[in-house]
């Protein structure tokens, strides 16, 4: 046998030992991936990180492996607790989201994880403008989400209820400081502070209802969404410039209260309908 022809087999057996060795690497892969999601099943959070890891590192290009990683810390984070460990949980979640996202900015899995992250974490803040911060970065994300599936009901009705949770706690104080309380009727008695408020908010809040009716042409029994709308409208009317409008606006309110009160008694009696016999039979 000639040189060249040994230097070939030698090469290929390499070659060959190579591909083998990748192809069992993805294998064992797979395999940790199976028992990182029985584990995950069964509460074993930090069974399943582990095995999720180590599923990574035999495979880094496998998206899933990271992905479900992500979930994996997540489902330990605890909104609104001061525990160190939660929020190592925390941005472990956020930083294995964001490589899924280096690879497929487009994953609208990842995107939600995130857009619903950054708004949890809105809970136990209680600076104002700390808040509406978060708040912004929750938007960011859910707007992102609503681009890249626009079928997403729950990132139309998110991007309302964000609009809502920006314009309430700033009304409620505008209606102190004008002497209002919570159950008088608007609008607000002080023109200036309305009309400062209008010029800021107005558009905002029309972009919340807005996104709120895409929810519903999305899913036209959505009830949450229907019960936004009601607040929205309602709340809006304290800025109306005529007692025509703030009428309207209230006309609005009234009416998505109705429809959410009528869809949420219609599904329970749906629910109360479906009965073993009806779901099926007894045995």
Known sequence: MNRKWTYLVAALAIAMALVSSTGCKKLRARDDLN?????FRNARYSDAVDKFKEAIELDPTFPTARLYLAIAYFQQWIPGSDEPDNGKMLEAAKEQFNKV????????????????????????????????AKLDEAQTWYQKLADVDQKNKTAFYSLGVIAWAKWYPTLSVARAKAGMKPEDPGPL??????????????????????????????????????????????????????????KGDIGQADLWMQKTLDMRKLKAGMTADVTPAAAGGTQ
């Open 101 to 132: 996202l280096q690879d497929d900015p487009k994953n609208a899995v990842a995107i939600e994880y995130l857009a619903q992250l950054n708004y949890s974490e809105t809970q136990g803040i209680k600076d104002l403008d700390q808040k509406i």
């Open 35 to 39: 028992k990182g999601v029985q584990a």
């Open 189 to 246: 008695k002080d023109k200036k502070a309305r009309e400062e408020l209008r010029a800021k908010y107005w558009d905002m809040i029309n972009a919340g209802i807005s996104n709120l009716n895409q929810a519903l042409v999305i899913d036209a029994k959505y009830d949450d969404a229907m019960a936004y709308l009601n607040l929205l409208y309602r709340e809006r009317a304290d800025l109306a410039a005529t007692p025509e409008e703030y």
